[in-house]
């Protein structure tokens, strides 16, 4: 890759491309031990997991910061232009998501003090998959592999069969047995969360195909392999 | 390259002597649109615009090839008289040159005196007209008899747009007009373009991206004599197809 005739700019870029990734580690960190405090009942990790999102949103400000400065000092155009302003959606999307991990651990402090309604199978599996599509689309932020970055879009589907099969489910239980609608209700929250992050992820991946390609694929049906 | 296209350039090569600097450009200028011309020093862009009002044979071994087609007529035809030609398409350079020792009228009348003789009271319309138009005449009505060397850097760079303004052009050519300018002088140039665009043809040569941005609907890219890339400004500056454009637009070594 070409680098900026410009030192102190080169820094600067460097400086909030390092910041999205720390941001994005926590992010995924917060995903994992928001499930793991519920099927594991580890309320503690609940309680964790709560208070690491203010090291999130402190991440979304100083990424904030570090994009007006660039855009104050530098006037970027063309690639860096869109890195920037794309930067400036990520660390929302990212942020949008660790506030969903934390209504996760929210649910699973209500939920370690009841009985366990049943194994959970497909919620862990939800997570796995959220947090594929996480960790593709930046990935595909790092490296510049477009094509992880449609991978994300595709896992959504995945994820959106996976969220009406727990539904469907929880109904099934939910109908036989008055005692279990609390907690269900409760899963199928958490369930419903996890769909919301795996959308919050798909925009991720869109903002990443505009910064790579310049192109914005949002609302756009099908990825185009490469048209351009 | 479209029919409504002000000034066509088609397969244009120029050199000084042997030494080639423009090769095989092709290029529109649209009327009533601004087109920016951008690009590393020595890439030809002055020597580009000066093809496009034959100024470029004024330089010792300045020769072109190709044709420039303005209104569809080609301006190196035997039949075109360049003196005739440099009146529908002025020019503006990169410093400010007022004439020292004319007064500020006489600096707007120069281009005119040199093609025909005027009556006092036109004279005296042309000059208003023109400075008003340069967004000058409101700083200079009371000092138009003083020397046109005794205005600031911002208002000798207007003036010479006033001058080339008299001579009723089609098209105007800047050479990096905003270079010697502070920000305000420079952000009045601005404003001035973007009006002049409503009656003229405008190409601005600048080594200030945000400025073409600013201020263009056409960018073209110029590296070591080529047109890398001429499109849509607002695409060059957010989406640029060709790579060297990206590199050069965003400050990276090639
Ligand atoms: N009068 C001249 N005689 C010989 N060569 C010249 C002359 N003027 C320019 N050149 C050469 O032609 C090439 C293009 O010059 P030109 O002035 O068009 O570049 P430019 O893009 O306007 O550069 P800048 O941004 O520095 O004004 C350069 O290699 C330059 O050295
Ligand atoms: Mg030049």
Known sequence: MTRHTDKEYEAELRDLRETILVMAGRCEEMIENSIRALVDRDSDLANKTIAADHTVNRDELRIDELCFLILAKRQPVASDLRFITQALKMANEMERISDLAVNISERALLLNKEPQLKPYIDVPRMKELVQKMVRNAIDAFVSGEVDKAYEVIKQDDEVDALYQAITRELLKVMTRDIEAVERGIHIQSVAKFLERMADHSENLAEQVIFMIKGKDVRNTDLPESDAS | ?254
């Not at chain 2, 303005?70 to 529908?88: F, H, N, Q, T, W």
């Not at chain 2, 002025?90 to 400010?96: L, R």
């Not at chain 2, 208003?128 to 967004?135: G, S, V």
């Open chain 2, 1 to 254: 390259m479209t029919a409504a296209a002000k000034i066509s350039v088609v397969g244009l090569d120029a050199w000084y002597g042997t030494h080639q600097v423009l090769r095989r450009i092709n290029m529109a200028v649209q009327d009533r649109r601004v087109t920016a011309i951008i690009g590393p020093s020595g890439c030809g862009k002055s020597t580009f615009i000066r093809t496009l009002n034959r100024m470029h044979e004024l330089v010792d071994g300045g020769i072109v090839k190709g044709q420039v087609l303005y209104d569809g007529e080609d301006i190196y035809d035997k039949s075109v008289d360049p003196v005739l030609l440099r009146r529908r398409v002025g020019m503006v350079f990169q410093k400010p040159n007022p004439f020292p020792t004319m007064s500020v009228r006489e600096n707007v009348l120069a281009g005119l005196r040199l093609t025909s003789a005027l009556k006092r009271s036109d004279a005296d319309m042309v000059v208003e007209r023109a400075l008003r138009q340069a967004a000058l005449w409101e700083e200079v009505k009371e000092v138009l008899d003083k020397p046109g060397s005794s205005l600031s850097g911002g208002q000798q760079q207007r003036l010479c747009i006033a001058r080339a303004l008299a001579v009723e052009p089609d098209v105007i050519l800047m050479d990096e007009p905003c270079s010697a300018l502070d920000p305000i002088a420079t952000a009045r140039i601005e404003d001035l373009i973007h009006s002049l665009k409503e009656n003229y043809a405008i190409v601005i040569v600048t080594h200030n991206m945000q400025q073409a941005a600013r201020v263009s609907d056409e960018t073209g890219f110029f590296l070591m004599g080529e047109l890398v890339e001429f499109s849509d400004t607002n695409k060059i500056f957010t989406s640029p197809k060709d790579q060297r454009t990206e590199e050069y637009i965003t400050g990276k070594f090639g």
